[in-house]
């Protein structure tokens, strides 16, 4: 069995904890496209915890996680990333397993991708330079690197990926595939050229992991959609909040600063035709809503649906305690405006997220 986790914005919905929180159910963890540009937050029993080139899978012991070859790595930072997390108590043996096709991210690469930075708001992790690359023909693969630099640790990880991943399925093993970015900043399907350079859709899964598309067939695709929108970068935004002020107050709320580069995320108000096209691309089947308790520091909240108005749709807003765990503790007024948001896109909604612990994610019943 597999299903998919995938961001409907512009990256940084929430794809980190509602992994982290689906993983329980899962034998495996699966990254199958971009790399370090990648930051998805978690937080275990206060403790925080930011990966970039690793799934978040490695934060539960009994899960094993995978880099496919969809992916581009730079062993140096994921050589930094695998021995911070060591020193916090995780255990990589027998549970990480790179692929050795996954393609280099170079020094040179980082060096060109300075550019960009300015030019685009890249991260400026190399990931364009390096897909450009592969595509060109002339990346260096990962197992090319390993034994001959200083990246030796990686070693005991390398593997063939994709036979791994088509045993484990054959199996009858459970595997969640984990998107990073998200559709808006996808190759073909975001707003070009203000996007990443790889396919962040569910639609690549498949293609990045290279298991046939008839193990997909019952899959579930869980869209993560934060309450708001946020956006880093540079690039259209169209309920983009113009208020300097009223941006930095829901940005101080929500602590919305980049993972990767700390950089402070633009700010808008959730969109529902950017979101239904989100679920139309990639197939969702169902919904997780983050953030919901970041909102709860407005009077009022509103979304932009052309479909049902030219202006914008209020709703007011909810206050929460933080002792909520169910569905039914949950305020009539955010109940109204998860139901608005599902009943808009045709998805159900199965997780709602108000704070920012594990056990802070409510199941919708
Ligand atoms: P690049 O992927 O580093 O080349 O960046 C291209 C664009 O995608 C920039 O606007 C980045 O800010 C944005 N971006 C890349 N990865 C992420 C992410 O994980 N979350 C949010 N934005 C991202
Ligand atoms: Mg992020």
């Excluded at 990333?81 to 397993?97: A, K, P, S, W």
């Excluded at 880093?232 to 300097?244: A, M």
Aim: with cysteine; aromatic share 10%.
């Amino acid at each position: 069995m597999i299903d998919i986790v995938v961001g409907l914005q512009w990256g940084d919905e929430g794809k980190g904890k509602i992994t982290d929180y689906m993983s329980e159910e899962y034998d495996w963890v699966v990254r199958y496209q971009g790399g370090s540009n990648a930051g998805h937050t978690v937080y275990v029993d206060g403790k925080k915890y930011v990966t970039h080139s690793l799934p978040v899978g490695v934060l539960r012991p009994n899960i094993r996680s995978v880099i496919t070859h969809g992916c581009v790595v730079n062993p140096e930072e994921l050589v930094k990333e695998i021995t911070e997390l060591e020193e916090m108590g995780i255990d990589f043996t027998n549970r990480l397993f790179i692929s050795k096709d996954a393609t280099v991210i170079t020094r040179n690469h980082l060096i060109q991708d300075e550019d960009n930075k300015k030019e685009w708001g890249s991260t400026g992790k190399g990931i364009g330079p390096a897909y450009r690359d592969k595509y060109d023909r002339k990346a260096i693969k990962l197992e090319s690197v390993v034994s001959d630099r200083s990246y030796k640790k990686l070693v005991p990880f390398l593997t063939d990926t994709r036979e791994l991943l088509y045993t484990a399925e054959r199996n009858h093993e459970k595997i969640l595939m984990e998107g990073a970015q998200a559709v808006m900043l996808d190759i073909d399907f975001g707003t070009y050229p203000y996007v990443t350079s790889s396919p962040c859709t569910a639609n690549y899964a498949p293609q990045g992991t290279g298991l046939p598309l008839h193990m997909f067939g019952d899959s579930s695709i869980t869209g993560v959609v934060k309450a708001y929108t946020t956006r880093i970068g540079t690039g259209p935004f169209p309920t983009e909040f113009s208020c300097p002020t009223f941006t930095e107050m829901l940005r101080e709320a929500g602590g919305e600063y980049g993972a990767t580069t700390g950089r402070p995320r633009r700010m808008g108000w959730l969109d529902m035709d950017q979101l239904r096209y989100a679920c139309e691309v990639n197939g969702v089947t169902n919904l997780a809503i983050t953030k919901l308790d970041v909102l709860s520091c407005l009077d009022e909240i509103n979304i932009k649906d052309d479909a049902l108005s030219d202006t914008l749709i209020k709703f007011p807003s909810w206050e929460l305690t933080g002792n909520e765990k169910t569905w039914d503790d949950l305020p009539a007024e955010l109940k109204n405006y998860v139901s608005f948001i599902s009943f808009e896109t045709g998805c159900i909604v199965s997780m709602v997220g108000v704070g920012q612990n594990r056990d802070q994610l409510i199941c919708v019943e």
